[in-house]
């Protein structure tokens, strides 16, 4: 729970994505998304935010639920506290 999902292909990227699901972060890489995955409900782990502060930017691409809302939130509201820049897409 404290690793995210293709950290090990992405690490040298300075932008990424961040999706909840291991196939959402498959079919970005497909597409030519650099894209990390959650992989459990164990985000508000210190430990996990710090790894995405090696990225330039961090782009939240979600579920449209409750969930992905409250996650969205939570990681842009903590990155953008430490100064980070971060974008929430959507889907249609």
Request: glycine content about 10%; some cysteine; overall charge positive.
């Amino acid at each position: 729970n404290k690793v995210w999902f293709g950290i090990h292909l992405h690490s040298k990227q300075q932008e990424v994505a961040v999706v909840e699901g291991a196939l959402d972060a498959i079919w970005c890489d497909q597409n030519g998304i650099a894209a990390l995955a959650i992989l459990g409900n164990q985000v508000k782990q210190v430990v996990k935010l710090r790894g995405l502060l090696d990225f330039r930017k961090v782009v939240l691409l979600l579920d449209r639920d409750q969930t992905g809302a409250m996650i969205s939130h939570y990681i842009g509201s903590a990155l953008l506290e430490r100064g980070h820049a971060t974008t929430v897409w959507g889907y249609r």
